[in-house]
């Protein structure tokens, strides 16, 4: 059972797959968004290729846990993507997980110029850890 985790955003869109067995996440890349279609596209490939069953995106919540424009957004674009690539979405709240991810990389001493270019595929690394270890 292979996951994907995704942390969408307006610019770029975080990738994280799981191992085969569903346990760990791992970075994979980061998909510069251009359209709609594009990038549903490639995400479906991406998904066909490594034989992904289920898909986990990240829902930024607001820090109340209400839902906002951009969960709404979120949301719309998940349930596209759930449409055109016939599987599964699960949402996982975001809250957070781009801060942990800069912290992550801030500790590991990554320069500025570098977290920019990796923050978003750690982001999705968090959300689709956090799904991963809730299924427990």
């Known amino acids: 059972m292979r996951v994907i985790g995704l942390d969408v955003g307006e610019k770029r869109i975080g990738i ?3 191992d085969e067995m569903g ?4 970075p994979h890349s980061v998909l510069n968004r251009t359209n709609l279609d594009d990038d549903l596209q490639n995400i479906i490939k991406l998904c066909i290729d490594n034989e992904v069953d289920k898909i986990v995106v990240g829902l930024p919540k607001n ?27 699960i949402f996982c709240d ?3 997980s781009t801060v942990s991810a800069e912290k992550m990389l ?21 959300i689709l850890q956090l799904y991963l270890d809730s299924k427990d």
């Open 16 to 18: 994280a797959l799981s």
């Open 23 to 26: 346990w760990t996440a791992n």
């Open 63 to 89: 820090m109340d846990g209400t839902i906002g424009p951009k969960a709404i957004e979120v949301q719309e674009f998940a349930e596209i993507l759930c449409d055109r690539a016939g599987l599964p979405i």
């Open 94 to 96: 975001e809250r957070l």
């Open 106 to 126: 801030i500790a590991a001493d990554v320069s500025r110029q570098k977290r920019k270019k990796v923050i978003d595929k750690i982001a999705a690394v968090h």
